[in-house]
Nanobody
Framework: QVQLQESGPGLVKPSQTLSLTCTVS??????????WSWIRQSPGKEVEWMGA???????YYSPSLKSRTSISRDTSKNQFTLQLSSVTPEDTAVYYC???????????????WGQGTQVTVSS
């Protein structure tokens, strides 16, 4: 059974770049027809899909975040990484990584999710 674990700093200062890593076990990030997403949820807001990297390395981004988001992978470590630049307090959220057979993910009912990690943007 695939397991995903998010890691990274819990506190980021405004204007800096947020960087998170998702470590995958029990399955390869190059397995055909799977997509590996980053999703976040801010207090009082709906789940927001941020972007994904596919099994062949192709990337897909939410139009609203595309200018600030970069997703990459390290196949040797079976990890994929999120970078979100120029963060503001509005980027404070619980960040999740997930695997699914669809590019976009909006619910925990879709695919397999990590437990999530809280990131706070504050000076």
């Amino acid at each position: 059974q695939v397991q995903l674990q998010e890691s990274g700093p819990g506190l980021v200062k405004p204007s800096q770049t947020l960087s998170l890593t998702c470590t995958v076990s029990g399955g390869s990030i190059t397995t055909n027809n799977y997509y590996w997403s980053w999703i976040r949820q801010s207090p009082g807001k709906e789940v927001e899909w941020m972007g994904a990297i596919g099994y062949s390395g192709g990337t897909y981004y939410s139009p609203s975040l595309k200018s600030r988001t970069s997703i990459s992978r390290d196949t040797s470590k079976n990890q994929f990484t999120l970078q979100l630049s120029s963060v503001t307090p509005e980027d404070t959220a619980v960040y999740y990584c997930a695997r699914s057979n669809t590019i976009q993910v909006f619910s925990t009912k879709q695919g397999s999710w990590g437990q999530g990690t809280q990131v706070t943007v504050s000076s």
